[in-house]
């Protein structure tokens, strides 16, 4: 087959395969008066449809170039695959909860020489608004401290909800408020609550939650 034919031929079959792709997706997925089980067939056909566009998608070689997505990025005007993306768009189902990846913990005991090789997933979704970041890695040398640390194994979760930024991995949890008139200018301090004189604890709108033997429940923050 010469390029120009396999050209058309994948231009032809993946036009063909979004219409089959907007039909199920208009006509059923979308349909409020289906029943669970009915919307569980199409949904799983859309899924297979997601997968054929996938295995077409790789014969493509977005011969006509880049078009700007809504979002900025740059898609294949013929097969819409994301310019610089390794993979294709993941499908989601409509409605009821959405599951994206496994739950990934470090998973060696080696201290990797880079903190590429120690990736083993570093990723985001903004779901709605909200920013949520997952960063699982094993140990690796960094030199991002001068001499040359190693930085442990983490699984790091960080939620970003318009200034509030909530960081948690195996050792604490932290939450960070960034309005711009807290933005600290000179220092930054810390310290335990009985460590701060109680004049100046009144400054912090936080109420600790705790059990009849004191042992701490959680805390709750005013805005
Ligand atoms: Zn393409």
Same mark, same amino acid.
């Given at each position: 087959m010469g390029k120009g034919q396999a050209k058309e031929e994948v231009k032809k079959q993946l036009n063909a395969l979004f219409k089959s792709m907007d039909f199920v997706n208009n006509n059923f997925? /979308?349909?409020? !008066?289906?029943d669970k089980r009915e919307f569980q067939v199409f949904f799983n056909i859309y899924q297979q449809l997601g997968l054929a566009w996938e295995f077409l998608g790789l014969q493509c !070689?977005?011969?006509d170039g880049y078009k700007k997505t809504r979002d900025k990025k740059e898609a294949c005007k013929i097969c819409g695959k994301v310019k610089?993306? /390794?993979?294709f768009h993941i499908l989601l189902p409509k409605k009821g909860p959405k599951k994206l990846g496994v739950k990934l913990k470090p998973n060696s005991k080696k201290t990797f020489e880079t903190q590429k090789d120690a990736e083993i997933v570093n990723d985001t979704i903004d779901f709605y608004g909200a920013l949520v970041n997952v960063d699982v890695h094993n140990s690796y040398k960094s030199s991002t401290f001068g001499k040359g640390i190693n930085m442990a194994a983490e699984r790091i979760v960080n939620i970003k909800e318009n200034n509030v930024e909530c960081h948690i991995d195996n050792h604490l949890i932290h939450i960070g408020l960034h309005d711009k008139d807290r933005r600290p200018g000179g220092k930054r301090y810390g310290g335990f609550p009985w460590e701060i004189r109680r004049k100046d604890l009144k400054h912090f709108p936080v109420i600790f939650d705790f059990d009849e033997k004191y042992r701490f429940l959680g805390l709750t923050i005013l805005k």
């Open positions: 997925l /979308d349909n409020e !008066k289906m !070689k977005h011969w610089g993306a /390794d993979g």
